[in-house]
């Protein structure tokens, strides 16, 4: 329940009770009587705490034995429900939720359908229309940053920027013809140009994204690699996904493992973040982990497309950089991280054949300050502390999936919706208020995206140039 | 959109239109501009369909170029939204929700937690409570059916009966004292009893629920069958589920598996609905064929437990009488059969190898009249056919994570969640309008739930008797 108090009237009340033995402390918002759970280092969870917000920033994460201490402007009563950090997902192509529900089970898909299908049909419209609709899909599922990779990303933030969210936004490399370049170095100078225009925003990191090491030549990889030092920017890359990649990669390099060909010509980093990242032995792991890379893990497309399962679980308990993706909507087929959690618990306990392999705490962890390490944000972002940006969501813990609560990390794991988060705050504003969003018109997005995907049927559909 | 029209203001307009050239046929409900999901034998969708309800049944399914034949006193215009057969929980222990989130990894948990549990806890109170939660969760999720194997199966059937669902609900045998029954016999007697009460009900099929081969006695398990075909009704038995089922089994019977010892006993019968069956091997599911078995497949459950896939996929393309379960809410956690789309594709890809290997029209035909076959109920449900119970789910394809649909198998299997449910008939009746409940109050339940979880928090947890 939110409820906006006027100063004058706060104040009054406050000097009703015995405030006047405290210091008050004014706060730009307050959640009170929150199951919070802070993910910070010693996991704290507080029954009946608050989380105190000034600005962008949170200044106080208490058990709210000391509620009385604080005056706020904006007051959500979280009436028990769960507070915690803002969801990060680590990887997606946003704007691709136009195809989502397309030729789901072709086999070789990317080759044979997504790249035909994305020569036809990615504009700068279809970019925009696309990452509008995901961007309200995330909002409304408690995603408060995200790292995406695809074309035209100048369009995706402009998007991210309206609605208020943050993210990563990697500008894609390839080695053939896309939409916004004609090859690799057009693709370069488009990403450093996109770099150069977003470098300083608040909420907006720019980012290299070459596709996938078989995808791109050494040189192109090379040339990132020393770009993004140069900028000091993230580098977003498929790692290790596929079986196609293992046999270029093994070809090109006298039958080194992506990772390892990867180690060998310097594009391992700590501006590295690796999606997938599937196909790795233990020597694999340990070099992610010398270099310091990043790791998104998206358990649903991976499965989904039959691609095997990430030894993630090992790459958390060995201490590297690794949180939870979606990837896209193509793939998934939802962005909201939300959807990954019971998947991500439920088969890695069924490849370890141990129930116990997967404890929800573990999956909590890698949706938010395992996350934030995999974008080395850690410092920001990823858990409910004093001095971290107040990027924050409450989960309904009344829906009839969510009753009873008697751990809450169960609960979000096995039982949540992404449909039961109730607010979304990213960088101390409100962007979702019990689930109606304040910084766009959902439905106006909505159509846009339907009206789209009637040219998608036109184009590609009706014509017959693509299989149902 | 729902719209009750007077009847005379309806026949005014028909008559202003062309209809006098039709045999216009009044019915009691119609949904049309529906993108009709119907299941029948040929998989037929109609993509600006209706679906015309007298009393309750269904009296038309249709591409809607009839939509004038029709005037009704309830009309939904379904705009695009998908309208489908209603689902059908296979499996599951409803009045479990009461303890939904305790101790989800704990060894062993069965013989270690979760009995231990119900011998304190359960109670006529308990199971209603319960089984009023489960309802409404399942209501809201779209499930129309569903079958129950747990204690007080009376207090269930109150339950059903009162909300308006339909549901084939078996009263619980096992060789130890349970809350209802100090013995086999005795729970042999309370189920007698509950069936003769409930034989002649239209919307509830009483039945026999012998938890397990390993946990009866054979001589219980004959007696239960001979009793099963005297009075007609269904046999709900958890089978081939665990490591400890297949040893006590093959100690008992010289080494047989558990569908070889049911099988030498004479109790696979058309009666019987065997849950989970996940150990079996060629020759077991044969014989389950040859008796005409049905089957419960509960993926999320049996994965979370790390039990293992059954080879549900083998089953169903067999021609086995096969549905989607979701098992209790201490093993699945939720209990909406939608749940398990997204997880029962993935996991059959994934243990496959074969990203083609589970189209989702096959999930939804599980879902469905696959459901209804394994209850032995696919002529009066399970499909959107003429003669059939008008039990229907209408489902939004306008909220974000639907948007758009290209394929609506897929849009279902990969990107629904049970909220996307909008309304929810069942015999003709809506029990839930635009996502509100119109037989039940949702609040009442929930505060009944989280008082009774209050308890067992005092009960098992804050005595320090259970570790969460």
Chains 1, 2 share one sequence.
Do not use: C, W
Not at 319 to 341: A, H, V, Y
Not at 442 to 467: C, H, Y
Request: hydrophobic share 40%; charged share 25%; no cysteine.
């Amino acid at each position: 329940m939110f409820k906006k108090t006027l100063l004058a009237v706060s104040l009054a009340a406050t000097s009703l009770s015995s405030a006047s033995a405290f210091a008050v402390e004014q706060v730009d918002l307050l959640i009170k009587n929150a199951t919070v759970l802070t993910m910070d280092q010693k996991k704290n969870v507080f029954e009946h705490g608050l989380v105190a917000v000034k600005d962008n920033k949170i200044v106080a994460v208490t058990d709210g034995s000391d509620l009385k201490e604080y005056e706020a402007s904006q007051t959500i009563d979280a009436d028990g429900d769960i507070v915690m950090p803002g969801l990060i997902n680590t990887h997606t192509h946003v704007s691709m939720t136009v195809f989502r529900s397309m030729a789901d089970d072709v086999p070789d898909r990317l080759h044979r359908y997504i790249f035909p299908l994305e020569s036809k049909l990615v504009s700068r419209d279809m970019v925009r229309i696309g990452a509008q609709l995901g961007n309200v899909e995330m909002v409304k599922g408690g995603v408060t940053t995200y790292a995406d990779m695809y074309y035209f990303e100048d369009e995706v933030a402009k998007t991210v920027d309206k609605i208020g969210m943050r993210a990563v936004l990697g500008e894609t490399v390839i080695k053939f013809p896309v939409a916004d370049a004609a090859n690799a170095d057009e693709g370069i100078q488009y990403a450093v140009n996109f770099i150069e225009s977003y470098k300083d925003h608040p909420r907006i990191t720019p980012a290299f994204a070459p596709h996938a090491p078989y995808t791109n030549t050494t040189e192109t990889l090379k040339k990132i690699t020393e770009l993004s030092k140069k900028y000091d920017v993230p580098v977003l890359i498929h790692l290790a996904e596929s079986e196609r990649e293992n046999q270029v990669i093994a070809e090109r390099s006298g039958g080194k493992s992506p990772v390892e060909y990867m180690a060998d010509i310097g594009a391992l980093t700590p501006n590295l973040v690796g999606a997938h990242v599937i196909n790795v032995s233990d020597s694999d792991i340990a070099l992610l982990k010398q270099h310091d890379v990043g790791v998104a893990h998206n358990m649903s497309a991976n499965i989904k497309s039959a691609k095997g399962v990430s030894p993630a679980l090992k790459m958390f308990d060995d201490g590297l950089r690794i949180g939870l993706g979606t990837d896209g909507p193509m793939s998934g087929n939802t962005i909201s991280t939300i959807d990954e959690f019971n998947q991500v618990a439920k088969v890695h306990k069924l490849v370890n054949k141990d129930r116990a392999a997967m404890p929800p705490v573990k999956v909590i962890e890698m949706a938010t300050i395992g996350a934030a390490r995999a974008l080395h944000m850690e410092d920001k972002i990823g858990s409910l502390e004093p001095g971290k940006l107040a990027d924050i969501i409450v989960v309904d813990t009344k829906a009839p999936n969510m009753v009873p609560v008697y751990n809450p990390y169960s609960a979000l794991v096995y039982s949540a919706y992404a449909t039961n988060v109730k607010h979304t705050i990213v960088d101390g504003k409100v962007l979702m208020q019990d689930r109606q969003l304040l910084t766009a018109d959902e439905k106006a997005i909505r159509d846009e995206a339907l009206k789209f995907a009637d040219t998608v049927r036109k184009t590609v559909i009706e014509s017959g140039e693509v299989v149902q």
